[in-house]
């Protein structure tokens, strides 16, 4: 019996015990009450209770939670229906309040959301709503984050997971944008196809430019080449007109010195112009010469004008008194003498003279000494030798011409 009795009260106490004692987790809070009244809001770690007095309301989670809501379906501006999922980011800041001012916090920040949500859509366009999701974002999170504090909650983040326009939208909505890539694709072929046809005129105005400005070097090339081929060809015509001219004129002092010298009698005279008139008769355009009758009789009085009676009585001519030759024309004038400078390359002229050195120089075989002795050895050296006395030229051994 006392066994009995022990063992009770040590339950008992065991029970009073674990009614006593609340060991609460971190980042959580434990809702206490008291005969079903609000007591106080148990915080992280050992917390005691008065037995069979207090009990735990509930239990919260302080951490920032993340709540997925299904689809809901909303009209947008232009009456078209989008289904649109939602993501909430929120965090219990006051247990009390979560528990006693809203019977269920989450389904309470679910329809607030959707009803938000739908407000703010139905106020825009299809556009706009695919096109301004940061801008419903914040539209509802400052929405929510208001009617949400006197719960005890803060929210800190709505984002729109999806927005899934009907059927029939999306189909025309692919189409508008395949029309768009097109379009923008067929833009921006043709601005290739105009930068390249631009680059191309560039190129071939380069082009063109650059084979102008060569030919135009190349004829000013040619001229310049065709100037200076002209001038020394005209050069080299005036010095080889000057040197005709100057031989000419030798020629003509010498046959007029030889004539002079010869002292030619008329009858000479006569005989020479009978010589030169078959010359004269050559031409094509000659076909009939006639010797004057008279030519004698003026030949005769030339003669006798110029000449004098020798002792036969034959009248000659007699020759002035000899004058010195005047210098050349090239000698006289300074301009001139450059005409007929022959003079060569000095390095062109040393390379000639070593060729000919290289040229002249003899090279020494024995072999061949000894077949010239052999060779003209008997009565072929004996002719030899015959022949260079007749030409006055010393025999090979240094002996007199015989």
Do not use: H
Not at 132 to 158: M, Y
Not at 256 to 269: D, H, I
Not at 319 to 341: H, M, T
């Amino acid at each position: 019996m006392e066994l009995i009795v022990l063992a009770v009260v040590v339950l008992l106490v065991i029970v009073v015990v674990a009614k006593s004692v609340l060991v609460v987790p971190q980042a959580q809070a434990s809702v206490v009450e008291r005969l079903g009244r609000f007591r106080t809001v148990a915080a992280p770690g050992l917390n005691f209770l008065m037995p069979f007095l207090d009990r735990v309301r509930a239990k919260i989670d302080l951490r920032e939670q993340v709540v997925s809501f299904p689809p809901q379906p909303v009209i947008t501006q232009d009456n078209l229906t989008v289904s649109i999922d939602t993501v909430v980011y929120f965090q219990v800041t006051d247990s009390r309040s979560a528990v006693y001012e809203i019977s269920n916090y989450i389904v309470g920040v679910e329809q607030l959301t959707t009803t938000t949500l739908r407000n703010v859509v139905g106020g825009m366009s299809l556009e706009e709503t695919l096109t301004s999701r940061d801008q419903i974002n914040t539209q509802l999170r400052g929405v929510l984050d208001q009617e949400t504090g006197r719960w005890g909650i803060r929210v800190a983040r709505v984002e729109l997971k999806a927005i899934d326009p009907p059927p029939s939208i999306k189909d025309s909505m692919e189409k508008q944008m395949r029309a768009d890539r097109e379009k923008r694709a067929m833009i921006l072929n043709a601005e290739g196809a105009r930068e390249s046809a631009i680059k191309t005129a560039e190129g071939q105005k380069q082009s063109q430019i650059l084979a102008a400005e060569g030919a135009k070097q190349a004829s000013i090339l040619d001229a310049e080449g065709e100037r200076q081929s002209s001038i020394l060809r005209a050069q080299g015509e005036r010095a080889s007109r000057y040197l005709q001219a100057q031989g000419q004129a030798k020629a003509i002092e010498k046959v007029f010195a030889a004539v002079k010298r010869g002292k030619p009698t008329p009858e000479l005279l006569a005989y020479q112009y009978l010589q030169t008139l078959p010359q004269m008769a050559q031409g094509d355009a000659n076909k009939v010469w006639v010797v004057p009758s008279d030519f004698n009789k003026s030949l005769e009085g030339f003669a006798r004008m110029l000449g004098a009676p020798g002792e036969d009585g034959t009248f000659r001519y007699e020759p002035p008194k000899e004058e010195p030759p005047a210098g050349s024309p090239e000698d006289e004038e300074e301009s001139v003498a450059a005409w007929f400078d022959t003079s060569s390359n000095p390095e062109v002229a040393e390379a000639v003279r070593a060729a000919e050195e290289v040229a002249r120089k003899e090279v020494p075989s024995a072999a061949a000494g000894m077949q010239s002795g052999a060779a003209l050895s008997g009565p072929k050296a004996t002719q030899a030798l015959g022949e260079a006395g007749a030409l006055g030229e010393p025999p090979v051994g240094g002996g007199s011409p015989a």
